[in-house]
């Protein structure tokens, strides 16, 4: 059972460059997030989508972008890293509804130096 | 605005004593409420759930009970073992502006043989 998969798990980034993160679910959820987890700051949600063809910005929106592509797909972009940017992002994915868990990745480490 | 308060770690406690990590919580709304589970180096995992006042979640010898009185949702266990020793992450779910999970801080549990 795959689940949730990122890519990649591990990336390093000079200030400037840009990079796209990967994410992709095969538990025909409707619901996909991008969060970021920072030390002592739990899970910060940057961007999601309740469903296909919709995106709604969460609560660190600021110098990200989001794709989804398809009901299984949900991509993240950095346009111009930024040192701040260095974290551990997380795609989650979700039924929708309030009672629902949401299902996690295994992260990609990003340090932008 | 909403948010989770839970207590600050690390905890450290010895193999079979009694654990309580603490969450609290403010929702304008009825929340659904959840406790996940972060192994190093993975995503976070369901542990339990409540979705309404009174009820008990429970997993793995885990429990938590939703208090709307007190607005708690406070996590237990009657006897841990060194492979609980994790990231516990309390979160609530609600509908207020749209959908919305709000995750705590995370509370680091360390559990010595």
Redesign the interface.
Known sequence: NAG?TQTPKFQVLKTGQSMTLQCAQDMNHN?M?WYRQDP????R?IY?S?SEGTT?KGEVPNGYNVSRLNKREFSLRLESAAPSQTSVY?C?SSKQG??????????TRLSIL | GNSVTQMEGPVTLSEEAFLTINCTYTATGYPSLFWYVQYPGEGLQLLLKATKADDKGSNKGFEATYRKETTSFHLEKGSVQVSDSAVYFCALSEITGGFKTIFGAGTRLFVKA
Not at chain 1, 40 to 43: A, C
Not at chain 1, 98 to 107: K, R, W
Request: no cysteine; hydrophobic share 40%.
């Open positions: 949730v619901s997030y002592g700051m739990g899970l949600l999601y309740a709604d997380f989650a309030i009672n629902q868990p949401q299902h996690f990745g295994d992260g």
